[in-house]
């Protein structure tokens, strides 16, 4: 069945949270500022690391990947939430809801899996650092970022193939603010065992892969930071990893309290507030919390504002 011809609805209504339409303007103007400082803050971490020679380094190598990730975010995912904010009616296309659904799993697996990544990179560091310039080579670096790439590539693609085989017959209200799986597959009017059961297999693949690689890291991180002698070199090893730590545990947090729930505890509009905090508010605590805790990072910045200040 072509199923991406014969669906009868052609277009969505995204509802947006609309249990909030009292405070609309507020919202829009927070959002509108969370999106700006995200936006303008990923991208200026984007061409700092980008433009100082003495950041090329793995560690920033892959921050520069997690800068682009969630500058990307802000591009896919909150614009419709700022048009629901001020419009009636927030209609998206049929095609334009499937492009938002490929673009929303592809980043959620690609920051998955660059978060292990980095994860692996600081074992390499503090575990093995004799073998960290052979082990994270520039060639291997970039190797590690195309699998990341690659991987969430073939999850977003099995995502949303399986979801343009369903037909959408009447019903074409979204209770969401974005294109998600879960409330496209409320909407279905045929079976979603094979899109259930995708889910069921990326999302193992995409969380819990990392998870346990990132379990795994630290363990020996901690084993190892713990047999240095001296204070401060325990102290100088924690705080390489200690923003990876906390990015870790706000990401994965969020998105287990988002998933990781019984339907009876949490309601549809709590679940779109842990949504917004999960691709939104995240994506600019990740800004915050490597700039504002990264020495390097905040030394690139002064000395190229400085360039800019006297040439």
Known sequence: MEIGNSSLVTEFILAGLTEYSKIKLPFFFLFLGICIVTVAGNLGLVILIGLNPHLHSPMYYFLFNLSFIDLCYSSVITPKLLINFVSKMNIISYGGCMTQLFFYCFLVIAECYLLMVMAFDRYVAICRPLLYTVTMSPQVCSILAAIVYVVAFIGAWAHTGCMLRLTFCNANTISHYVCDIL???????TSTHINELVVFIIVGFAVGLPTLTI???????????????????????????????????????????????????LSMDQGKVSTVFCTIVVPMLN??????????????LKKSLSRKTFS
């Open 183 to 189: 409330p496209l597959l409320e909407l279905s009017c």
């Open 215 to 265: 379990i795994v890291s630290y363990t020996f991180i901690i084993s190892s930071i713990l047999h240095i002698r001296s204070t401060d070199g325990r102290s100088k090893a924690f705080s390489t990893c200690s923003s990876h730590i906390i990015v870790v545990f706000i990401f994965f947090g969020s998105g287990a309290f988002m998933y990781l729930h019984p339907s009876s505890v």
């Open 287 to 300: 800004l915050l919390i490597y700039s504002f805790r990264n020495k390097e990072v905040k030394v690139a």
